[in-house]
């Protein structure tokens, strides 16, 4: 599985967008970019995965580079909520099985 | 909504014990999985299964055992807890659509082994 680096931790004013990076230079042409999130005390959530192209849904943006050696993960109004730790993970996809390595990821720290 | 449900939140255990977690999912989810969650060394896989009364082993098997008997109960066994065993336990499951290993993952169950 590729290796992926994230900042260890970002801050963010509420409202603003946070835009957090993520390399993963040496992904293969089958492996998805997945983000999840834990918040404090809870089980990770998922967010959203893409594999060439942007993505959208409710929660988030993820845009992939051209070559698709990083990412970004977009949240457009960030809120206090979304004070979490955000991680980054490219995976092939699997029928059986489906297995996440879970890295360090990314505090991040929505303030006021 | 879907929902993950670990048996128990907090458990407090002494050294030698036998420990079961379990973890009950409501989703007709093919995979589940435990993880152990340690400060500094984020989240780590223990066992996965892809079926019934399948399992493989994680990245950090040692001193742990599976069962999956149901589809919907995955359960977590340590023979013989010790202190390096204190963690929090994650439990999920998933679901494949899309190209996509889609988790869902239960509060967590921390263990304290003294």
């Known amino acids: 599985d590729a290796k992926t680096t994230q900042p260890p931790s970002m801050d963010c004013a509420e409202g603003r967008a946070a835009n957090l990076p993520c390399n993963h230079s040496?992904?293969?042409?089958?492996?998805?970019v997945y983000w999840y999130r834990q918040i404090h005390s809870q089980g990770p959530q998922y967010i959203i995965h893409?594999?060439?192209n942007n993505e959208t849904n409710e929660m988030a943006s993820l845009i992939i580079t051209e070559d698709r050696k990083s990412s970004t993960l977009i949240l457009p109004h960030a809120t206090l909520r979304d004070t979490a730790v955000y991680y980054c993970?490219?995976?092939?996809?699997?029928?059986?099985?489906?297995?996440?390595?879970f890295g360090q990821g990314t505090e991040l720290s929505v303030k006021p | 909504d879907v929902k993950v449900t670990q048996s128990s939140r907090y458990l407090v255990k002494r050294t030698g014990e036998k420990v079961f977690l379990e973890c009950v999912q409501d989703?007709?989810?093919?995979?589940m999985f435990w993880y152990r969650q340690d400060p500094g060394l984020g989240l780590r896989l223990i066992y996965f299964?892809?079926?019934?009364?399948?399992?493989e082993k994680g990245d950090i098997p040692e001193g742990y055992s599976v069962s999956r008997e149901k589809k919907e109960r995955f359960s977590l066994i340590l023979e013989s807890a010790s202190t390096n065993q204190t963690s929090m336990y994650l439990c999920?499951?998933?679901?494949?659509?899309?190209?996509?290993?889609?988790?869902?993952f239960g509060a967590g169950s921390r263990l304290t082994v003294l």
């Open positions: 993970i490219v995976r092939v996809f699997y029928n059986q099985g489906g297995k996440l390595i």
């Open positions: 989703m007709d989810h093919e995979n």
């Open positions: 299964s892809y079926d019934v009364k399948m399992k």
């Open positions: 999920a499951s998933s679901f494949s659509v899309a190209g996509a290993n889609v988790l869902t």
């Open positions: 040496t992904i293969s042409g089958n492996e998805y």
């Open positions: 893409g594999l060439k």
